[in-house]
């Protein structure tokens, strides 16, 4: 997890610092996989269901290309206590081959989630994919959920860097 992402997420929605009502979940990976790529997959969100777990469905609302403002439909499968959640999201920043990130308030459970890619020397890709939860339910399910969450976002980065084509990097 890097301070950077945390701290952008926390600004976004209106928190100073995580407390007890807050759950920073995240997966970290560095891949042999070039930057250009992994983008490229990534961009195709209609597939993300075939590589990452938390997503059942993907569904473009507005038309390519992607950016600022641009929205999705998604269908997450979260598990107990949460089960499947319907989702719009809207990018809040898009910066092709370096960032996206999309933030909201659901049922009195703020979120920001953050996607960067960071080239690495040697042409890979570290690839970060974090998301913060602040709420008084969050605060409450937190201990039920944090492990897992954390798991299916490793497995999110895992499954996106297999997907782009190369198997090869270590995670962080």
């Known amino acids: 997890m890097t301070k950077t992402d945390v701290a952008y997420c926390l600004a976004k929605i209106g928190q100073a610092e995580p407390d007890w009502k807050t759950l920073v979940v995240e997966g970290s990976r560095s891949s042999a996989v070039p930057v250009e790529q992994l983008w490229a997959t990534w961009i195709d969100l209609e597939s993300w269901p075939s590589w990452s777990p938390i997503h059942r469905s993907v569904k473009l609302v507005d038309a390519r290309p992607l950016s600022v403002g ?24 898009f910066e092709p ?34 998301e913060i939860f602040v709420g008084t339910t969050i605060g409450l399910v937190k201990s039920l959920v944090a492990k897992r ?24």
């Open 70 to 93: 641009s929205s999705f439909d998604q269908e997450l499968e979260l598990g107990f206590p949460v089960g499947v959640q319907h989702e719009r999201a809207r990018f809040d920043e």
């Open 97 to 130: 081959q370096a960032r996206a990130s999309w933030s909201g308030d659901k049922n009195g459970v703020r979120s920001c989630h953050v996607w960067r890619f960071e080239p690495t020397p040697g042409g890979g890709t570290h690839v970060h994919n974090v």
């Open 149 to 172: 969450w954390n798991g299916l976002f490793q497995a999110a980065v895992d499954g996106l860097i297999a997907a782009a084509g190369a198997d090869r990097g270590q995670r962080t």
